[in-house]
């Protein structure tokens, strides 16, 4: 990316084909449906990222209906018990994998850069194929359901269970590759984010004064940059077992299940952090936002977060108390487990000091804020319930655990990303959401979200297995199972809802006044440009002083301490008109060829080995054909470059951009 | 450019990064990927350890089918590819190219020497019996080191493709840094088979 | 742009490497890491051919002594050869965060495994 003098100039989707490699047409459009194939920006990736993974909730969602209407009387017959199987592994499945950290994926890529005053990530057309990828490890995922099944050994797939005998049919295959699959795209982007935090702030961002979501990304993204590989070699394992008759978890010859459990929980308790990160982060610019506060504590707060981070790595065998490890190991484990709770209450203290003494208004995104809190509270304390190992031995597997990580990634996680809907909804779409029907939609969640879960803790007290299809009449499980149930449907209602208010509040915006680059007050650096935000992002790029610099430039404070406004929100934002000189990145078919290969290798190592060989020649051609692309089309800049005589060749991009000034030259880095 | 006269003060082309940190997005990038890298053949290099001895009657075990003279051989003809790596990316800093081809030319031909040791060393052991499907040792074994030798075939693939850029004079100085990028992987790749050896072969 | 000239295997020869050498003095550095490099492989190998000089065969003194081998070279690449020496120490970190969480994660999963799991 190279600033030049020449205007921005994307727009055009009808100029004459520029080639490269001599074959192929570099795509131009910007705008219209097919600039959305191509596109490198970080925004329309970011967006995509939170379409897909709300299409996968609703899909995931139906699955949890399923399970809930089964269980809606004893002897229920909706289901049979492989179909139960099927439907509550692929609930799990999708809903961590293709819903939680995607969301917090599409959160990630669309603020991140623009809390840190960059105008793309480090490498745009890596991020674009990790949303390609992404999607198609999901779409593979789902194509079981078409091809004979899906898998039906639980979201953790523990062996022998997952291996051949126990499971003939291919669900375990597609969940396995589709996953591999996902994993590439989870890899490739937290690189990708990692180095965009480190390298590409806005001058004077240092570390300490950026806003704590953008903390919580940087967390999250080293927790997969070094969580993903544990289960990619665990998948590898599982691979070999199932489609080449390797022995890693054959009993007969040795193998040992246990290898399986502790290498799926050493990536899977740091996942577990990874999920809950971007929703604290979130929470934490919001509530400042509505106490009109600054967050009391940054510091705790950055490295409560950090520390959650680090300590992720200890507790994994608190999943496998009941699995034999030996006093040792629990006693340890057991420990470490009791710690972590303690950078968490750090955080719930923290947000709970920041609204006390503040000037609290109660709109929708606070008042998720608020759920989250509340319902994180609530799962935190069940889940210190399970670190002490006797009673964790009478709660492993039943329903209590289900109600305690339901309150932890829908009470914690997925009540933070609604307040992040509600609030950066104006930010993105340029349309504030139906204040009214967004706290209906709050309320409706929250009733039905406790009407689902709470009664579970109750259930699995009682001695309710979890992933038992059925249950017979007498045990005391029916009244408890049927108001869960009931609450599912107010839960799924919430989320269509959630849907409704979105076309609606878009219908009535057009006769309401645009919201503004500030419609909250806030705090942070994204809303000082324009909503929705340019293609460029900024334009001068901010110099930034200190911490929340957007809020000091709004306000002052008198000699007692009074908050007294210093400039309207006019004179400290950027308007989109007038000129705007920036050359960005340009889009390419690369990033998405060399993710629809990945799928297509991926039936072929289940039916036939030529499709392996089509995927694979089509992914390596395509990253051959990236490789040789420069990032920035030499061409683009050339026909509208009223100042310039001659075009910057590809390779002399460098150079050109080393005798600009220094904005210039950061904007080069961006070659990926 | 090539310079005949290369003499003893050339200058090394090192690129302004004006990064927060300094550093190139590529290198902090490939330095990234590595660090996760080593999580990937950890779990591996575990899983052998676990795997160590097949059970009794399932074909033969590590003593019986390690030939550590061969393999010593084939981790010193490793060992010297990074030489041979590191002198490449010295050479096109100097904007020596003609250097930078020869020492490419001579890493991937010291890395297939290695890949075509290790076809040799699984068919030998094929040979006495251990297929991949044998026992938990074997299948862990040729788990860990062909998933080693998929790396070390990659990099010898993006060595041909720098030697083909540098060819066709698509590798300037100012790029100087992908041949170093390249040479971290290679490197790394390196690292990971001086640990197989001393952790897989010598230590029972 | 230099003619291309193609190189075959015969051409990598040490007249190479001395022109090398003399042109740039970190290359002088990089043959004798290298050096360094072949005789810690060479003393790997005598001490799996003379096991008893250190305890014998898998014994905690061979182990030991075949470790800190297996650590040095690795640390001798990292430094020299991946140039952490010479560049910005946060690489030297990313790297080595990724390496120390890999050695004490597994470790810990191996003793979990097979030693503390007798007890139960």
Redesign the interface.
Known sequence: MTVTDAPLELTSGDESPRRTLGVFARPTAATGWRSWFTTVDHKKIGIMYGATALFFFIIGGVEALLIRAQLWAPRGTLLSADQYNQVFTMHGTTMIFLVVMPIGAAFANYLMPLQIGARDV??PRINAFSFWAFLAGGIFLNSSWLLGGGADGGWFMYAPNSTVTFSPSNGIDFWNIGLLITGIAS?TG???L??TV????APGMSLMKMPIFTWMTLVTQFLL??????L???Q??LL?DRN?????F?IS????P??WE??FW?FGHPEVYLMILPAFGLVSDILPVFSRKPIFGYTFVVFSGVAIGFMG??VW?HHMFVS???????LVFSMATMFIAVPTGVKILNWTATMVGGKIKLSAPMLFCIGLITMFTIGGLSGVTHSVAPADTQQTDTYYIVAHFHYVLFGGAFFGFMAGFYFYWPKVFGYILNERLGKANFWLMFVGFNLTFGPMHVLGLQGMSRRIYTYDAGYGFEFWNRIATIGSFLLASSIALFIFNIFYSRAKAKSLPKPGPDPWDARTLEWSIPSPVPAYNYDPIPTVERLDDFWYRKYGETEDGRLVRIASTEEVTQSAEGEHNVHLPSPSYWPLVAAVGLPIVGWGLIYTWWLCLIGGLLTAGAL?AW?LEPPDDPEAGHHHDPHEGSAPEG?LA??EA?SGD?EA??EV???? | MFDPEVGKDVEVFHPVHDTNTGISNTKLAMWLFLGSECLLFGGLITTYLVYKYPLAGQGPGPEEVFDIPFTSASSFVLLMSSLTMVLAVSAIERGDHHRLRAWLVATALLGSAFVAGQVYEFTAFYNEGLGFTTSRFSSAFYGLTGFHGVHVTVGIIMLVSMLLLSLRGKLPEHKAESVEIVGLYWHFVDLVWILIFAVVYLIP | MANPTHYGEDSVSTAVLDGAESAYPRNRLYVQIAIILAVLTALEVMVHSFPGVFGGMGSPGYVTALLITMFAKFWAVGYFFMHLKWDNRLLTRVFYTGFILAVLVYVALMLTLNVFSQGG
């Open positions: 480090a490498f890899l937290a690189v990708n990692i180095v480190l390298n590409m702030r940059l070094f969580a993903i590989p544990v990619t070699a665990a590898f394992l070999f080449f008759d390797a022995a890693f054959d010859k040795g193998g040992q246990l290898l502790h290498l050493i790595w200890g065998a034999g490890i030996g006093p040792v190991s629990v051959y490789a390779e460098t150079d080393e220094s030259v950061r880095e961006t070659v990926g």
